[in-house]
């Protein structure tokens, strides 16, 4: 039998809690979207302090209209939505966008 010095266990144990805590680290916006250009892979969301931000989908950016995946072509200007994005460099990318459609 193969004995591990207790401190693997205890870096093993972190490791585990920081690629559980890694996907919380992406920030959030959330408002009604104003455009969307599927082309040039972008969307515009206006906040509730009527702020426009501007977002670049990333490559495998997740698009989920209700609980149904979508395409950017699929979202439509006066959509809610809530977008998840990584901050790079001054620019966002969205990672995911979750539409509220009834």
Do not use: Y
């Amino acid at each position: 039998m193969i004995r591990l010095p207790k401190w693997t266990l205890v870096a093993l144990a972190l490791v585990f809690m920081l690629g559980l805590t890694a996907p919380v680290l992406a920030d959030e916006a959330q408002g009604t979207i104003k455009s969307v250009a599927a082309d040039k892979n972008e969307v515009v969301l206006t906040d509730s302090l009527q702020k426009d931000q501007t977002f670049h989908a990333a490559a495998k950016c997740k698009v989920l209209i209700g609980d149904k995946e979508g395409t950017l072509s699929d979202l439509k200007k006066g959509d809610e939505a809530t977008i998840t994005f990584d901050k790079k460099n001054g620019k966002m990318t969205a990672t995911e966008i979750r539409v509220k459609r009834i």
